[in-house]
């Protein structure tokens, strides 16, 4: 089977291996369809998140066919349409038993993409309890956007608005900056959305949440949407997470931060500002307990229509147009924005069709 390989940063190739089967009573082994780029990927092969394994298969973000079982497994069968969960959890450490999953301390090993093989290839192994039967009107390019969906309500579950009527603002208009903005509208928020890229900009536009606006700046967002040039921050979500310095002095009282970007950025905040203006300033990644079951209810309801997100599909072998859309050029070894109108993009190691 092919898979894409990490070694170190900006070398990953496309190897043979061999195919996986299931070996164990509970293994299920997928036939991989979609598996979507995440910010995680970029950093990794950038070298700005050197975080995986060297040898490992990279991708997380998947859906396919089940194509083995074990012989202990009665909630899937061959031929059911799965959704993977990547996120594998002891359920022992005082993090699992805590309700902090996504900080498992035995997850070494385990972690699809990082420290486990991933996704991003023919086949995948896991165990039943992290795939999960899609229904016949929900697609596989729909499902891979579960994963994301899921890291996305784990962020949500933290912010606290004073109300409905918060001003909220959501920078960055990629995959989770729309994500964001379709579940804090559920939670009755009315977000803005900042893009400076306007390609991406004209792209997010038309798949955004009733009522919900994108503007290039925060200046245009403050007097297009709220009508006021001072408009004050209430709710703001970062998906570059170097936005906190510049943004922090303009937090309304009571107002909240929440950073979610893998990039390395050194902040100075005045710390009698974060007590005297009761603020908050907070961090968010991968799933928590429970919700990849809540983001697997979302997609396949229909209430957060995550298809129209996908601006790409490549087959698995054109790894590198993929990464390019997202302005990760490997042979070029530069990774910067791109003028390329993408969001979700999905490597296809199955060929472009369902």
Partial sequence: MKALTYHSAWDIELRDLPDLHAVGDDDVVVDIRFCGICGTDLGIVSGGYPVAVGGVTLGHEASGIVAEVGPAVTEVAVGDRVVINP???????????????????????????????????????????????????????AAALVEPLSCVLAGVRKIQPPSSAAYTYVFGAGPLGLLYTWALSLRGLTPVVVEHS?????????????????????????????????????????????????????????????????????????????????????????SLHGSFVEAF????????????????VVPLADYRKGFAALGCDVDARRFGPTDESSCKVLLAPGGLDE
């Fill in 87 to 141: 996120t594998p959890f002891c359920g022992r450490c005082r993090m699992c038993r805590t309700q902090r999953i996504n900080h498992c301390v035995n997850k070494h090993g385990t972690e699809s993409g990082v420290s486990y093989d991933g996704a991003f290839a023919d086949r995948y192994r896991t165990t039943s309890a992290y795939v999960h039967r899609l229904p016949d009107h929900v697609s596989l390019k």
């Fill in 198 to 286: 306007p390609a991406r900009l004209a792209f997010a536009r038309d798949r955004l949440p009733e009522g919900v606006r994108a503007y290039a700046s925060l200046a245009e967002a403050r007097t297009g949407f709220f009508g006021d040039p001072a408009a004050p921050l209430d709710v703001v979500v970062d998906t570059t997470s170097v936005l906190l310095e510049e943004l922090f002095d303009q937090l309304a009282c009571g107002g909240t931060y929440l950073g979610i970007g893998l990039k390395r950025q050194v902040a100075a905040i005045d710390t009698m500002l974060l007590a005297d203006r009761s603020l908050s300033v907070i961090g968010s990644i991968d």
């Fill in 297 to 312: 209810h979302l997609v396949t309801s229909g209430r957060i229509p995550t298809e129209r997100l996908v601006s790409h």
